[in-house]
């Protein structure tokens, strides 16, 4: 199974330019394919396909020599992701591709970082090619030698790297033979078949009246100033803080019932349908039933526990 392990970097000044030059070119490469893409579309009727784009890549790299300081395979894994929304959107589970700015393009991907030797060479370090060696906090431990590749995301002021590993699942020491049933909820997070509840934390609704400040004194600044910049950052540190609550508790919560029961039974939600509920979008959002349930799915194949879903009708008075 595929997990994914993410941990802080603290690049220094210099290493911080060339990743938020590497965001910048790889955010204009995506925009260009895009628009080559419509206008092929436009003239010949036929789009064109990701080996259409990458062949033509190392031409656009000789005549824009900025892109020379970006790895060869960062760049093509921008035309994959396009590629990939592109699928999405044929198969209706997306939209159309849409051009991206520099608040909505904020990560890069070395898809074969685990064939560099010298990635974990220096403790409390990784390699990042054109990079060099950033600091990184290990906070826990991983498989250093099944990493496959490493995506660096710019989050609320800060940069953290996601590192993908191939791990087989662990077998399990605490089986309990114990089942249980869950109905999730807005009153309560969640009711537990067993008369154990979960209180729902709210972090989202705890934080509206600063969220609302921030907001009113961004709106006062005038565009393209310093202190707009300085206004949205605190935005974004604010929705950041908001969201690392809001994870953490889903993990607590997830690992909880998978280490309490070896069968565990929820409702298959359709979480997009029940947001079209003007008045509790909101409240549905900032419980994210979603991400709850796609933690207890992961940690459940990790420690070979069960899961099961179930059509939601009826689960609330049952």
Avoid at 11 to 40: F, H, S, V
Avoid at 87 to 102: E, M, N
Avoid at 170 to 180: I, K, N
Avoid at 257 to 286: G, P, Q
Wanted: hydrophobic share 35%.
């Amino acid at each position: 199974m595929n997990l994914v392990y993410r941990f802080r970097l603290y690049p220094n000044k210099e290493q911080e330019a060339r990743m938020l030059l590497t965001l910048k070119l790889c955010r204009r490469l995506y925009n260009k394919a895009l628009a080559d893409r419509i206008g092929a579309y436009k003239s010949t009727g036929k789009g064109l396909s990701y080996l259409d784009q990458q062949r033509s890549l190392p031409a656009f790299v000789q005549a824009n020599p900025d892109y020379r300081d970006v790895h060869s395979q960062v760049l093509q894994d921008v035309l994959r992701r396009l590629d990939h929304a592109f699928i999405r959107f044929f198969s209706k589970q997306a939209g159309y591709p849409r051009f991206k700015d520099r608040n909505h393009y904020l990560s890069f991907t070395y898809p074969q970082v685990g064939s560099v030797q010298k990635t974990f060479s220096r403790s409390g370090h990784m390699f990042l090619s054109k990079i060099g060696f950033v600091r990184m906090n290990i906070h826990r431990d991983f498989p250093f030698g099944a990493v496959s590749q490493a995506n660096v995301k710019y989050c609320g002021g800060q940069w953290f790297i996601n590192l993908m590993a191939q791990v087989p699942p662990e077998s399990t020491s605490f089986s309990t033979g114990l089942t249980v049933g869950i109905d999730m909820g807005l009153v309560h997070f969640a009711a537990l078949s067993d008369g154990n509840m979960i209180d729902t934390p709210k972090y989202f609704r705890k934080s509206e009246k600063k969220l609302a400040i921030l907001m009113r004194r961004l709106a006062r600044k005038k565009k393209g100033s310093n202190n707009r910049g300085k206004a949205k950052a605190e935005v974004a540190r604010c929705h950041a803080k908001i969201a690392n609550q809001r994870k953490d508790f889903l993990h607590k919560a997830s690992l909880n019932i998978v280490r309490t029961y070896d069968l565990v039974v929820m409702e298959d939600l359709k979480v997009k349908n029940l947001v079209r509920n003007h008045c509790l979008a909101k409240s549905i959002h900032d419980a994210s039933w979603g991400k709850f349930l796609e933690f207890i799915r992961y940690k459940s194949e990790k420690y070979g526990k069960n899961l099961v879903l179930v059509a939601p009708q009826g689960t609330s008075q049952t």
